[in-house]
């Protein structure tokens, strides 16, 4: 098996100069670490909490700021889309395309953003069973296309909690879809703030480790290099200063796993 | 407080037909039991477990349908709308829109839905807490629209699996707006039949009663005539020929509860 | 099916003189309420979440405390028991012995229990589903004891947090056996106060009213004259000033309900 | 941090032929790996699912056999407890006491086990959170013994399932206590099969994997020749034929994980 892709970049595109800061670092630890590397940005948060929350630049600026990053550093770009609208105009300019979570059974948001050609990344809704997967799998690939990846993210636990089940890994990797988990919304806390969602940061490299050890295809990281003022999943985002370290950590146990 | 509303119709709009067959029944009973009605009924289930679901009459017919049982039995209709886009034509017919479990944290849902004017039901999310539901209903209530119902329908439990927790009721309550009681969705079970959601209808007045003795606004049943063969949620659904006793039941439970 | 009938008292038994109190308080109550009443109280809280949390009076003086008070008021008396060895003494004075939820899986209490005679409360596990109660059940009647009560008292919902879930009630009705449910210890937030148990007492009457809209043949409250000050599971008691009130409305829709 | 330690028997003890027959392959195992180990086994299933499952030695009988084992093979040998007055018997012969999960609040015998003086393993109750651990860890340090193990063996997660959180390894860790992940009672169905427990030992390594990359003290795996014909547990029971090579890949990740 090859070694995981890194999927990174903050949670909320703020600016093209901020999203070009964090993509040297992420480009600078992803290679350090030997891995290839996606970069990640959100223009619009389409369910934040609260009214209050920033949603962030719109599709246009935030298009046009990750064609920016991919000609610039030569790397794919990864969104998410929320609309079937929005898969076309997206897919012109991203390489991954991906569901977010709550819509991961929304049919016509799967079916459009097959179309677009594009690599998917469906999120695995956190209501949802890793073996009922392979539905929102299979509305994807009714379009022909099957550059799917199926991503571990948590399933709620209780109120106000999510839980990562490894076993998740394995079962949604039986599909032949490579697996991907998401080390940054599997510590949220959702409402755990009230108006908007907790999260901790500190579990970040211990579910990453667990999910490296166990095998993922590739790990999603959003990042940032203040989390406590980000304008949003701030109390989740690992610190940029922190990422060589914890790739290169990780990148030691994915190498050894991946060889067993 | 005022006796129950009942919001009942078949999960999937199958033909006008039908839908008015249903509409008598319904009507029937719920005069019989004295409370007030709503016809409901899905011209779209957009988020069906597998692709080979039907997805039903589509939004043209669906609103036809709809204004027609609306004019013919004098009573109000609800739907349940998925993309921004839907709401105003939806809105145009229906008394009531309804926002799905899985969307009920879409911000552009939640304000085009508000921006009606009309009724809005929004579903609690089964990823979600009951005291997390008052930013969904600010959202709608940022359009200056205050016809908001916030309505509990199972909560994530494990996998496959929902649980109803009763103290959801007085807890949502305490928003001001109107709690809904679905009797229906709260016995689902999650991609229990593989490709298809499976359910037990045997809970169904189990449930309503508890919901009734707690006290709530309203009370959500989908029926069909023949459940077993109906096109979607048949497991989950109440037989029409049981929804006379049931309602008159509840109806009892309701005068006195609400006295009390 | 006949009136609930009432199981209450202290969580901890404090004196004579405070059961007694409690006792004509609930006596009181429950005749106004006209339901059947038996008095509890625990001499020894044998799993309290921390070494600090007082354990009560001990089986000798509690076991004096209970036959008092069953002389005095002619009712029945119900203890819980920890360990088979102290079955045979409890059961010389209780009417009915109770397992607690922790243990209902101890095959060798659940048969000294059952040899005793008494009629047997077995709480479900916070960890168990309620068709599995059958097998608790099964070994107490192994015994030829087949006085069998099941008693729901909540599910675990996450961390430090149950849920009622209240198909469990018609669930373990099936094996014939009457069901009770405890409406204290359902609102139990346990590890919720870090070293001891939180809880939700603003949700007794919910629960119960729920129970018995669905039909339970007994309910089981705790209460306390001063409950913020007991010494355990103070959270959770129902004061004793508001019992009469509370029991004469679920009196009601109990009434109500079973004759439905 | 020290190479993880083994802790593997079969669930119930058979014979002492059979104990010697495992012991063997074990110690094989373990020394390949380079792994100190412990032999683990329970003279008395005190919880089995339903009556008819077979119990085990007995005390006597068990405890000869755990000494004979300890005597032929110098190894430190484990079992489990159930009642206080158990604990002074089996800490004479047993290095580690263990208390069972849903044992695990229960006071006298956490005390009683502490006052023998040996090392006492203590497995997270399902129904608990893994901060709520250190309060049982007081219980036995208040004896003065602060020889003490925590042991996450998965939490209660809907009915009939179980699920491995690996925050649960550092929150655990954060008392100051090595802490054990057993691998096989973690892949546990509860109820899963009726009137006996299910399991899934294909994630029995996968969970393990996931562990030791997050860093634990030690892993508790049951071992059996033929684990589907086992008296109990055979469903989560690793084929100890398997042992080796699992031990090697573990211990391969351990080396690593605990150098970084």
Redesign the interface.
Known sequence: AAPYMLIAGPCQMESLDHARMLAEKIAAAAEAANRPWVFKASYDK??????KGK?GLGMEKGLHVLSEIKREFGCPVLTDV????HCAPAGEVCDILQIPA??C????LLLAAGETGRAINIKK????????MV?AA??VA?TGNDRIMLCERG???????L?????A??IMAQTGYPVVFDATHSVQQ??GQG?STGG?RE?VE??A??????GTAALFIETHEDPDNAPSDGPNMLPIQDLPAVLK?LA??DD??KG?
């Open positions: 389409a369910n934040r909490s609260s009214l949603r929320h609309e079937p609208g709550f819509l059974r929304q049919t016509d809704g956190q209501f949802l069973a890793p073996w009922d539905h299979d509305k009714s399933t709620s636990f209780g109120y106000n909690a839980v990562s089940d490894f076993r890994l394995p959702p409402g108006g901790q579990f211990t579910l480790r667990a999910a490296v050890a166990v950590r030691q146990i050894l796993t067993l």
